[in-house]
């Protein structure tokens, strides 16, 4: 573990270790300040005692381990220039003490620009033009293309790529529309787009280009299915996580005419060399170069060496990915909570599959006279988990919040219906609200009791299934028997309903999840309104 040696104030000059080749115009911030010392070594290698070193920046090629952590009892800050961590052991950095910090928006302008000249250049057959005149041929019919203007541009996840990428469309007196579910109306007006859901969007576009994250629910998103409805001169990008689009399924659609063309920079496996679609002549491909140019490689440096020195003179840490490390009695006291307030966001968030608006925390009981700001990051942090196309956690998630302009508040109160504590969210969207409690207790664990106004006390688990339905002799029987023709065994089950023949709900704790086979089997069954599979 570090020790109190830890202090961002002190007088000497800071040390700052470069471990990764990196643009040395973006880290002028540390280089020309007088209170740091920078040494260009891999930290692997350096000749500077690692106990001396207070803060590390790295790229992709160093990998920050546990046991490299260990060796620098005076580390504080750990820089990544570039988005993911994958490569820092977050864990280790957190017990010891050292906030570890990325760049987010180094590269949306690249990805943006990449998007854009992909999509011009296969609309005009320009590479493809290109490689005909270099092997000495001049085929100007054979690459006639297709003009941008008055087109229709869908955007498939609305971040901060897809603003980027709305922008230069307009600029091009392209229609914009876009398919986000969490995409609110104010922002798209903002934005001059058009909210459609993903199939209408599909049928409507000239040219649809993905920017999502790749969640269990993004992974194959345009399958065969959806790419069948897509026009037949129509052109498909993706540029943003290999594995969105079903590249068989691509492939075949532009092999039997479905589909004109496609642009493509990133793979469900890569290296991707020698993939099947760089064999049509109608598809462009990249290799994964969309956040590849000197500006993104200078902005990443920049942010994470200005974030680096800031942070080494006592100033916070805007984009950090971890929490600061906190005293083991006292995180010992919160951890049950904390574990609480998440669940009930990663479950809210997915009941709640629509644009939000505002998140209002309640509490009651003993915890409505106690510091309640790590609980909201938990529980924006478990809500925004599988909403956002980056790490997410309690130091970033109201930052996450605040850019997708969602109103956070809290209220509190001592009445908590004989629980010993309470927390509840409320969720706001354009059309409809969504209303969550739970309890913890040493003796049940986490415990959702109240969803919307059904009351219940059910445990939840890996996997669980909301089913909304209506009173009536015999759905029970017929939910098991469907879930058991499905070999899914059923092994915890709370009800609720409002009033005998009413609307009522079943939540399910199953041993394994329910995939869109199983969800699709139940719309037979008059008496279920909605059913929603929910991974924790």
């Keep these: 573990m570090n020790t109190n040696t830890k202090d961002r104030t002190e007088n000497r000059l800071f040390t700052v270790l470069v471990s990764d080749q990196m643009s040395e115009e973006g880290l ?82 690249s990805t943006a620009e990449h998007t854009f000249a992909m999509l011009a250049s296969v609309v005009r057959n320009i590479p493809q033009a290109n490689q005909s005149m270099k092997e000495g041929r001049w085929d100007r019919k054979l690459y006639t293309g297709t003009e941008l203007f008055g087109k ?38 903002k934005n001059k787009v058009t909210i459609m859901d993903l199939d209408e969007l599909l049928e409507t576009s000239d040219f649809v280009t993905v920017h999502t994250p790749l969640t269990k629910e993004t992974k194959g998103m345009i399958s065969s299915e959806r790419l069948k409805k897509m026009k037949n001169s129509a052109y498909l990008l993706n540029c943003a996580r290999g594995g969105i689009i079903d590249e068989d399924a691509l492939y075949d659609a532009i092999k039997s005419g479905e589909l004109k063309g496609a642009a493509i920079d990133v793979y469900e496996s890569e290296p991707a060399k020698n993939h099947p679609l760089a064999e049509l002549e109608q598809v462009i491909t990249t290799p994964h170069i969309a956040a590849s140019t000197d500006e993104a490689q200078l ?74 700001g790590l609980f909201n990051r938990s529980f924006l942090a478990g809500f925004f988990k599988h909403r956002v196309d980056s790490y997410v956690n309690e130091v970033n998630a109201v930052a996450i919040a605040k850019e997708r302009e969602i109103n956070v508040s809290e209220r509190h109160s001592s009445e908590s219906y004989g629980y010993s504590n309470m927390i509840g969210a409320t969720i706001k969207g354009e059309k409809r609200e969504l209303f969550i409690v739970g309890t913890y207790s040493k003796e049940f664990g986490p415990r959702i009791v109240k969803i919307d106004d059904f009351s219940f006390e059910f445990q939840p688990g890996a996997h669980t299934l909301f089913v909304q339905h209506y009173d009536k002799p015999g759905v029970i029987g017929k939910v098991g028997q469907l879930l058991g023709t499905h070999n899914v065994n059923i092994a915890t089950m709370q009800v609720g309903r409002h009033s005998e023949g009413g609307k009522a709900i079943m939540l399910l704790g199953t041993d394994k999840g329910c995939n869109d086979e199983v969800i699709k089997a139940f719309e037979s069954f008059s008496e279920v309104e909605s059913v929603q599979a929910i991974e924790l």
């Design 28 to 109: 002028k911030p540390v280089i020309e300040s007088e209170k740091v010392q920078v040494i260009f070594e891999n930290v692997l290698k350096t000749s500077t005692p690692l106990e001396e070193v207070d803060a590390l920046i790295i790229r992709s090629a160093t990998t920050v381990t546990a046991d490299i952590i260990e060796k620098m009892p005076n580390l504080k800050i750990i820089g990544r220039a570039g988005v993911g961590v994958d490569n820092v052991d977050l864990d280790a950095a957190t017990a010891n003490g050292v906030v570890v910090v990325n760049a987010p928006d180094g590269n949306t302008i």
């Design 299 to 372: 902005n990443v440096a920049e942010q994470v060496a200005v974030e680096v020195l800031e942070y080494l003179q006592g100033k916070p840490a805007p984009h950090a990915l971890n929490l600061p490390h906190i005293d083991a009695e006292e995180f010992e006291k919160m951890a049950p909570i904390t574990s609480l307030t998440k669940i009930l966001g990663e479950t809210a968030t997915q009941l709640f599959r629509e644009p939000v608006k505002e998140v209002e925390m309640h509490y009651a009981g003993e915890l409505s006279h106690q510091e309640t």
């Design 152 to 189: 229709t541009l869908g955007i498939v996840g609305f971040g901060r790529i897809g603003a980027e990428l709305a922008s230069r469309a307009r600029a091009f007196k392209m229609n914009v529309v876009a398919y986000d579910p969490f995409l609110t109306e104010s922002r798209a007006e």
